[in-house]
């Protein structure tokens, strides 16, 4: 008989959240401001440092910040990454744990291709494969 695999702590996704929040803000060059150029800079250099998954992370979501401040000329700061942070902290990973007991596996089957990057990040975090 299988045992039901443990279940995942919260701050497991959140340190991998922190992590490309902190990518991100390090894509910005001598102004406080991220550019789409400086995103797609900045994962193009991961990918050639083989780093995909960090990447795809900050790829997809400086998409999503980008998505939520659309408006015409708007610019991404550090003030826009951190409101995203929690955001999606809260919306994009604790809302998908329903009973408030860490993320099950079918929870996790659950989140979206960002949280699950966010994930990943945190557990080679937490294994001390990736510095943070």
């Known amino acids: 008989m299988e045992k ?11 340190a991998g959240l922190k992590h490309t ?11 406080p401001i991220v550019s789409r150029a400086d995103a797609t800079a900045l994962v193009r250099q991961l990918n050639k440092e083989g780093r995909g998954t960090e990447a795809l992370a900050v790829s997809t979501f400086f998409k999503f910040i980008d998505f939520r401040d659309a408006a015409s000329g708007s610019r991404i700061t550090a003030a826009d990454i951190n409101k995203a942070e929690k955001y999606a902290a809260e919306t994009m990973l604790k809302a998908k744990d329903h009973n408030k007991n860490g993320y099950s596996a079918a929870e996790v ?17 937490n294994a001390g494969i990736l510095k943070s």
């Open 4 to 14: 039901p695999k443990a279940r995942l702590p919260y701050g497991i996704p959140e």
């Open 21 to 31: 929040t902190a990518l991100i803000k390090s894509a910005s060059k001598a102004d």
């Open 109 to 125: 089957e659950k989140f979206s291709k960002s949280a699950k990057a966010f994930l990943l990040l945190g557990q080679m975090i």
